[in-house]
Nanobody, 116 residues
Framework: QVQLVESGGGLVQPGGSLRLSCVAS????????MGWYRQAPGKQRELVAA??????NYADSVKGRFTISRVNAKNTVYLQMNSLKPEDTAVYYC???????????WGQGTQVTVSS
């Protein structure tokens, strides 16, 4: 059973930055698709950023502010979040899919709160 553990969330003032990490219990070299999602209270979960071979996509609301990346040697996927806004407040989840594995895996979520 693959486990994903997110960290890096917290309380930050508007305009601040956070870097979220998602550490996988399996080698991520063969991860095909990776993504970060978020869910705010009373709202549906939405895709924030996704990376697949040759393609990286961001929600319009975070373009230019958020960056998704990976370090295979650390089995870790990151989400760098800059210029944070109160509307970025949500629980953030990572999602990974490996080549040849029919399942997609989710982390437990990490809370991000942007408030003064």
């Amino acid at each position: 059973q693959v486990q994903l553990v997110e960290s890096g969330g917290g309380l930050v003032q508007p305009g601040g930055s956070l870097r979220l990490s998602c550490v996988a219990s399996r080698n991520i070299f063969s991860v095909n698709v990776m993504g970060w999602y978020r869910q705010a209270p009373g709202k549906q979960r939405e895709l924030v950023a996704a990376m697949s071979p040759g393609s990286t996509n961001y929600a319009d609301s975070v373009k230019g502010r958020f960056t998704i990346s990976r370090v295979n040697a650390k089995n870790t996927v990151y989400l760098q979040m800059n210029s944070l806004k109160p509307e970025d407040t949500a629980v953030y989840y990572c999602n990974l899919n490996w080549n040849g594995d029919p399942y997609e895996y989710w982390g437990q979520g990490t809370q991000v709160t942007v408030s003064s």
